[in-house]
């Protein structure tokens, strides 16, 4: 059975000028030990997905629904509030976009995860602290008891990122959730934060659902990648598949917006044209057919259905399907 399984996941938030979908009926299934990457431009409800499997949508004014999504089992939209809870941090994990947002300012860095380990654990004072400090070590601080009585301030962008890494693989999880975590720093460190990350998970054998825009990133670390566009997922396919022969007219758009090492100095980059859709009046039919350079008259009218195109690929185009 998969460590996750979600069906139909529908995120819908209420607003002055009408419901806005921005999760529309999302579905995949991931493996533990396994990376699933899911890429889309900004909007496109990648990180709306990941913050409604850990019930950490304010409602109002989010409505979620769809099913069964399910966690080890647990399904986690009818789940009690007392047991989402007893699953954060525990079981599932989060690493947020922003680090200095996310750890809290008045609170030291080792204040900050000795209470991961007391709320569920229930392991306080010096055995806190030497587990803190051991993962503080793990994730590569060079002097750990020294971070550990540090606050957030006091650290770079890269160091923030890394305590946010041990925050989350603290109490090995299951299942890790990693929104942009390389956002905002230079390459060299991410490649640090990205290695670490897939070592630390490897190590667990912990499934990772990575959520980015950087297919940079994807391609050295995902195992297989969802792409998303106007709240839906329109193509699936692992990693390899989707770089060599994507078919989905969006993915060949991202994929050829991309600088390559082989390419001579007189090749221009590809240019996606025009902008995402509005959310609150998302056009008829097929929500790319307004930049899509394939679109047929079926494009207009029908909204085409994620369906497989080639063995383990799965794509949601009319012009996909007849290839």
């Not at 305590?163 to 942009?180: K, R």
């Amino acid at each position: 059975m998969p460590l996750l399984e979600i069906h139909d996941l529908h995120v819908t938030f209420r607003t002055p000028e009408g419901p806005v979908h921005a999760v529309d009926g999302v579905d995949f299934t991931l493996e533990r030990g396994r990376t699933l990457a899911l890429v889309g431009e900004s909007g496109s409800g990648k990180s709306v997905s990941s913050l409604a499997l850990m019930g950490l949508l304010p409602s109002p004014p989010a409505i979620v629904r769809g099913g069964p999504c399910l966690f080890e089992g647990i399904s986690l939209l009818e789940a009690p509030e007392a047991e989402r809870r007893r699953l954060r941090g525990n079981r599932m994990a989060m690493i947020f976009q922003d680090p200095m947002t996310a750890l809290n300012p008045f609170l030291t860095i080792g204040r900050q995860l000795t209470e991961v380990l007391e709320v569920h654990r229930g392991v306080e004072g010096r055995p806190a602290r030497a587990r803190a400090e051991q993962m503080l070590h793990d994730v590569g601080l060079a002097d750990p008891s020294r971070a550990f009585d540090q606050y957030p301030h006091e650290f770079s962008g890269g160091m923030r990122q890394r305590v946010m890494i041990a925050m989350a693989l603290l109490l090995e999880p299951s299942l890790v959730i990693a929104d942009e975590p390389t956002t905002g720093l230079d390459v060299t460190v991410q490649a640090q934060i990205l290695a670490l990350l897939k070592e630390r998970a490897q190590k667990n054998e912990a499934a990772v659902l990575l959520i980015t825009h950087d297919l940079g990133v994807v391609a050295g670390t995902a195992d297989e990648v969802a792409v998303m566009y106007a709240g839906r997922i329109v193509e699936h396919a692992d990693v390899d598949t989707l770089f060599r022969a994507p078919r989905h007219p969006y993915t060949r758009g991202l994929l050829q917006s991309l600088p390559r090492l082989d390419s001579t100095p007189k090749v221009e980059l590809s240019v996606i044209p025009g902008h995402p859709p509005d959310p609150v009046r998302l056009p008829a039919g097929c929500p790319f057919r307004p930049r899509c350079r394939v679109a047929v008259e079926r494009c207009a009218h029908e909204r085409p259905a994620l369906q497989e195109v080639a063995p383990g690929q799965r794509t949601a185009c009319f012009v996909a399907e007849g290839a």
